[in-house]
């Protein structure tokens, strides 16, 4: 990677990507994502073991238990993500995240890491004050993974077809059930069907997991027993999930809900999750990934994500969730210039 001007990281064109991928094939490369690895996160990771031929992929803690059910259904061995830091690499790429505070336990060593950092990320855009970091973020991708496929056609890499379902599985799961899906998103899952020889129903019943009936009845009950709140002309559902924070989040927003936000806990943490319904975000300006953020500060944990979906988990008793429901909620009707609830 050539040497960078100033001190600060530099932004990239897809050309710039494209060449310090090329650059580094050969080399030894670390790749890694953020603190609990989402589908989106594992699966752009390691489709980057097609191309790179002396690359590894570590995770800073632990990945989700979707993410580690995809790679077991693929064949993936455990030891293709590993906890281990490679301080010799050349290179570290990050995909699905720009910033190190998102990356726990890896924080410290990659700000303290002596070789080159290359993000590769489709996120609000974030400053790193650090000097060799080169930065490809776009929002315009719905997923890492559809950046990371649109490279590995551009390198001329050989994707296998375990590599695409892969790759599907990332762009789907960052997709919001297709409702932040663009025109690129449609052409790649196609172009990814076509190469696995499936449709796409096929591919879902192979490859989405369906939670058994008692996870189901859960999630079912945590939103029979949701408070649902209408703030002007906002439906606002929310809390407390017995099973999965994410799943009930997800199911408010698909039985009409214009903002979903639940919570769980189990012996050591309190997780959030937030949805919010496309394209809310771009008609009212929210982030939801901005603002998760902000609440895992008071969380003292880690949080972040996507404008229509994140999340932020920190330390059992580190906050009561109510006062954390009522913060979320404020945030969302201040960004939506709500100011008084009408029912």
Same mark, same amino acid.
């Given at each position: 990677?050539?040497?960078?001007? /100033?001190?600060? +990281? &530099?932004?990239?064109?897809?050309?710039? *990507?494209?060449?310090?991928?090329? &650059?580094?094939?050969?080399? #030894?490369?670390?790749?890694?994502?953020?603190?609990?690895?989402?589908?989106?996160?594992?699966?752009?990771?390691?489709?980057?073991?097609?191309?790179?031929? /002396?690359?590894?992929?570590?995770?800073?803690? !632990?990945?989700?238990?979707?993410?580690?059910? %995809?790679?077991?259904?693929?064949?993936? &061995?455990?030891?293709?993500?590993?906890?281990?830091?490679?301080?010799?690499?050349?290179?570290? %790429? +990050?995909?699905?995240?720009?910033?190190?505070?998102?990356?726990?336990?890896?924080?410290?060593?990659?700000?303290?890491?002596?070789?080159?950092?290359?993000?590769?990320?489709?996120? +609000?855009?974030?400053?790193?004050? #650090? &000097?060799?970091?080169?930065?490809?973020? =776009?929002?315009?991708? /719905?997923?890492?993974?559809?950046?990371?496929?649109?490279?590995?056609?551009?390198?001329? @890499?050989?994707?296998?077809?375990?590599?695409?379902?892969?790759?599907?599985?990332?762009?789907?799961?960052?997709?919001?059930?297709?409702?932040? @899906?663009?025109?690129?998103? !449609?052409?790649?899952?196609?172009? *990814?069907?076509?190469?696995?020889?499936?449709?796409?129903?096929?591919? *879902?019943?192979? +490859?989405?997991?369906?939670?058994?009936?008692?996870? #189901?009845?859960?999630?079912?009950?945590?939103?029979?027993?949701?408070?649902? =709140?209408?703030?002007?002309?906002?439906?606002?559902?929310?809390?407390?999930?017995?099973?999965?924070?994410?799943?009930?989040?997800?199911?408010?927003?698909?039985?009409?809900?214009?903002?979903? !936000?639940?919570?769980?806990? /189990?012996?050591?943490?309190?997780?959030?999750?937030?949805?919010? #319904?496309?394209?809310? =975000?771009?008609? *009212?300006?929210?982030h939801l990934g901005v603002i998760m953020k902000s609440i895992a500060a008071r969380l003292n944990g880690n949080g972040g994500g996507h404008p229509c979906a994140a999340g932020a988990y920190g330390p059992l008793g580190s906050a009561k969730p109510q006062e954390i429901e009522g913060m979320f909620i404020s945030e969302i009707l201040k960004r939506a210039g709500i100011e008084n609830a009408t029912g």
């Amino acid at each position: 990677m050539k040497k960078r001007n /100033n001190d600060v +990281m &530099e932004k990239l064109s897809f050309d710039a *990507l494209e060449f310090i991928a090329k &650059e580094n094939k050969d080399k #030894r490369v670390l790749i890694t994502f953020h603190s609990v690895g989402d589908t989106d996160a594992v699966s752009s990771a390691v489709s980057l073991l097609d191309y790179f031929t /002396n690359a590894s992929v570590a995770t800073p803690d !632990f990945i989700t238990t979707n993410a580690g059910r %995809i790679l077991k259904k693929l064949g993936f &061995e455990p030891e293709t993500i590993t906890n281990k830091f490679d301080e010799s690499a050349d290179l570290v %790429i +990050m995909t699905d995240v720009n910033n190190f505070e998102d990356c726990g336990p890896f924080k410290y060593r990659l700000e303290g890491f002596k070789g080159d950092i290359l993000i590769i990320d489709h996120h +609000m855009q974030k400053e790193i004050g #650090r &000097e060799r970091v080169s930065i490809f973020n =776009d929002e315009n991708y /719905n997923s890492a993974c559809s950046i990371v496929y649109e490279l590995l056609v551009a390198l001329g @890499a050989r994707i296998s077809e375990t590599t695409s379902k892969i790759i599907l599985s990332g762009i789907i799961s960052d997709s919001a059930d297709l409702k932040n @899906a663009g025109s690129k998103t !449609f052409m790649q899952i196609g172009e *990814l069907l076509g190469a696995v020889g499936m449709d796409y129903p096929t591919f *879902l019943d192979q +490859m989405v997991h369906v939670a058994d009936v008692q996870g #189901r009845a859960k999630t079912l009950n945590d939103i029979i027993g949701a408070r649902v =709140d209408l703030y002007g002309d906002m439906l606002i559902m929310h809390g407390r999930a017995h099973s999965h924070a994410n799943i009930a989040a997800d199911y408010a927003i698909k039985i009409g809900a214009d903002v979903g !936000f639940f919570y769980a806990e /189990n012996d050591r943490e309190l997780s959030f999750s937030a949805r919010l #319904r496309p394209p809310l =975000d771009n008609k *009212l300006g929210i982030h939801l990934g901005v603002i998760m953020k902000s609440i895992a500060a008071r969380l003292n944990g880690n949080g972040g994500g996507h404008p229509c979906a994140a999340g932020a988990y920190g330390p059992l008793g580190s906050a009561k969730p109510q006062e954390i429901e009522g913060m979320f909620i404020s945030e969302i009707l201040k960004r939506a210039g709500i100011e008084n609830a009408t029912g």
